[in-house]
């Protein structure tokens, strides 16, 4: 099973995922500038984002890296599905990465410590280091990660001629620009929130990552949800526990 993941990995080579997360976040900057944003398309890409945001602090992070809390499939499916477009790469590879960073964390042998691997690394570490596939057994045995693999560039595609069908402008405002931005914010969590020889806390880092940002509680515990109260993500997870029938 390892192997025939190892095998479809081959077909969003890293230098891909980092190409596609480089054009995303060239295209949000000169957005800012050269895009006539309207009041609908900014409201479209801000949904976009915090979608993108949350399957990353909630999906990726909290439920698959960690298996913090559980919730309902279409829950789970929707923020698989956002954090898939930001083009970091599939679940398996994603918690693999993660869970090696909480094995080796700020030390020489964490993948992407700013302090040891420098700033490239802290920035770029998820999609360039070799992955070590047997910290995610539990992963390789789901069908939905697997499927995930092997169709993930034709789900990109896919998404992406929806998309230009609607409207060929919302490529930029409803994908590329919050894709873009998300990639950015989110790697101030590794530059900033491990900038030292262990993890820190940045409300401003926490704030635009909708809860990444408040590093150090969850390093002293990774079981635990809410990490401040401004934590939007383990609100968010709170409200699931308590209103959510899964």
Known sequence: MRKAVLKQNKSWAPI????????AQATALFSLFLFPWTIQTSFIALFVYCSIMLGITMGYHRLYSHKSFTCPKWIEYYLLFFAHIMM????????????????YADTPKDPHSPHYRGWLMAYAGQVLIDIDFTLVRDLLRQKLHRWQVKYYWQIIFTWALILFSIDPLSLIYAWLVPAGFAKLFGSLVFTFSHRGKKANSDTWVGLLTLGE????????N???VLWHPLDIGGQLIRMIDRNVKI
């Open 213 to 220: 940002g408040f590093h150090d509680i969850h390093h002293k």
């Open 16 to 23: 891909t995922l980092l190409a596609g997360q480089l054009i």
């Open 222 to 224: 990774v079981r635990v």
């Open 88 to 103: 970091v790469g599939p679940a398996i590879t994603w918690v693999a990465n993660h869970r090696e960073h909480h094995k």
